[in-house]
């Protein structure tokens, strides 16, 4: 069994792989191991551009948290927000408005420790370690009640989180708890895993996911499209994640459905 690092905290289990710091393994960062790596190199051989995969949803995030800036969103709540990695939402968040803030929630030990680590005395952002599906551990705990003010708008961001979660735990109902907490004006970034256009290669990645501690559930565009029905779409509304507000038509390449990932931005009325 590989040693475990000092940082890491008791009773994380290091003999099945998690979501999170494979994720880390695709965007090439540090704070994954053997395990983890095995399940990605199994991944990388039925879907073999899954590294470019992640990069496009991190640049998703990036383009859905500026364009909530521009809206004059100046709080940010990331659900399932993983290891830390370049280009964080709070990086973007404080180069436009250092006073901005920002509340991170993973329920992934080592994402919480790194970022801890990182976020160490920023007062303008913190992370909480809770499960998406526990809504008041969210949104009740100390951290989220000091920083984040729902009376007023906030963007919310579940990016590459909901095709973890069954249709048994029952999402957009989750979904819907959180929508009825944010203020009007409020704002949702959103991504998902989809076998539409890919069937065979991810199917195999589901396959690959069913023995970690995340697996996956795919979803259609229309079935994405309910998940999130309370909130009004930005255009162009459900669109695979480089086809999303991208920085130049380049960025969107000939084939956006490779990254078989949908992404999409929606307000509360």
């Not at 909530?68 to 290891?83: A, E, P, V």
């Not at 970022?115 to 969210?138: H, Y």
């Not at 256009?197 to 994405?224: H, I, W």
């Not at 509304?237 to 000939?254: A, I, M, T």
Request: a negative charge; one cysteine or more.
């Amino acid at each position: 069994m590989e040693q475990r690092p000092d940082w890491l905290a008791e009773g994380v289990d290091l003999d099945k792989p998690s979501a999170a710091r494979c994720y880390d393994f695709y965007l090439g960062g540090a704070h994954n191991f053997a395990v983890d790596r095995e399940l990605g190199n199994q991944v990388l051989g039925v879907v073999p551009n899954v590294k470019e995969v992640a990069l496009n949803n991190r640049a998703f995030l990036r383009r859905a948290v500026r364009y909530c800036l521009d809206q004059g969103i100046r709080q940010f709540l990331d659900i399932g927000s993983g290891i830390p990695t370049a280009g964080n939402v709070h990086e973007i968040v404080h180069a436009v408005d250092p006073q901005a803030r920002v509340v991170y929630v993973d329920n992934e030990p080592v994402a919480v420790a790194h970022s801890r680590s990182i976020l160490e005395g920023n007062e303008n952002a913190t992370i909480v370690q809770a499960d998406l599906l526990d809504v008041p551990a969210v949104l009740e705990s100390a951290e989220t009640q000091r920083l984040l003010d729902f009376s007023q708008p906030v963007a919310v961001m579940m990016v590459a989180l909901l095709h973890f979660v069954p249709d048994s735990a029952k999402p957009r109902e989750i979904i819907g708890q959180y929508y009825d907490k944010m203020a009007p004006g409020s704002y949702l970034g959103f991504s998902h895993v989809t076998g539409e256009d890919f069937p065979e290669g991810v199917q195999g990645l589901v396959k690959l996911y069913e023995n970690s501690s995340n697996p996956v559930t795919l979803r259609t565009r229309a079935e994405v499209a309910e998940l999130v029905s309370d909130f009004e779409l930005v255009e162009p509304r459900v669109v695979y994640v480089p086809e999303w507000h991208p920085d130049s038509p380049e960025d969107v390449g000939e084939r956006p459905e490779e990254s078989i990932v949908y992404g999409l931005v929606g307000r509360k009325v």
